[in-house]
């Protein structure tokens, strides 16, 4: 229900609406939770996901920079470990494309290039996962700076768990086929579907658009800070090149 009445409204669709309205035929959505094994399918989808299935997109996250850890941790870590046990039950598996982020590097002093490599943490992140579990959610507040400093001077709880969802592909996905993808800060389209395309404000567009109408003349900042932001059809198109080359 909410495919058909709240994605493919999006004035995102409204170049394929017109010339291959079929397409959006294709498209089947199944109804899942992320934070549940085999995330939550039914047994019959999940038959038809095994037997079908050849390229998968792992793009779930919540993206709230301060969201509690507990949270944070069921979203971003427990789902790459059902994506993977999904993974290897999937018969006609070529690819898969996890997007995580460039900021699980944001530890790292660096003024030049940052190796693509993965980021490890001085802390074993089975036990630091179990030990979040076990703590009410008032004592993770309470203990949040503590554990985000602990684990490798993390800034956020979302850089700590997109990190973390890394090390679980590398150790948990040898078998699988599958590719990191680390955008940077993701902003309005470049071309597709059609220049300047939205449809939030999350991030750095609120601070453009207040720019834009004339609300907001000055902002605090650092002459010596990058902002990189990257438009959401490189994004996706990479996604695409990625499946491909895998």
């Given at each position: 229900r909410r495919l058909h009445e709240e994605i493919f409204p999006s004035s995102c669709f409204d170049k394929l609406r017109r010339i291959r309205p079929e397409s959006l035929q294709k498209c089947r959505a199944i109804q899942g939770d992320v934070c549940l094994p085999k995330f939550g399918i039914s047994e019959a989808e999940y038959m038809s996901v095994r037997e079908d299935v050849n390229v998968v997109f792992h793009c779930a996250a919540t993206i709230n920079f301060n969201e509690n850890l507990k949270t944070a941790f069921k979203i971003n870590v427990d789902s790459v470990i059902h994506l993977v046990d999904i993974c290897k039950s999937l018969k006609r598996l070529d690819a898969l494309i996890h997007v995580s982020t460039a900021y699980v590097n944001s530890p790292i002093k660096s003024t030049g290039l940052i190796p693509e490599e993965f980021r490890s943490i001085p802390v074993d992140y089975l036990q630091l996962k179990s030990s979040i579990e076990k703590m009410s959610r008032d004592e993770v507040i309470a203990r949040t700076d503590e554990i985000l400093e602990s684990s490798g001077h993390w800034p956020n709880s979302y850089c700590l768990t997109k990190c973390i969802g890394e090390l679980i592909l590398r150790d948990l996905g040898e078998d699988i086929p599958y590719l990191i993808l680390r955008p940077t800060i993701v902003?309005?389209?470049?071309?597709?579907?059609?220049?300047?395309?939205?449809?939030?404000?999350?991030?750095?567009?609120?601070?453009?658009?207040?720019?834009?109408?004339?609300?907001?003349h000055v902002a605090p900042g650092r002459d010596d800070f990058v902002v990189d932001f990257i438009p959401v059809d490189f994004v996706v198109n990479s996604m695409l090149a990625c499946a491909w080359v895998v």
């Open positions: 902003t309005c389209a470049y071309k597709e579907p059609e220049p300047g395309w939205i449809d939030t404000l999350v991030g750095p567009t609120g601070l453009v658009l207040a720019v834009a109408a004339g609300v907001l």
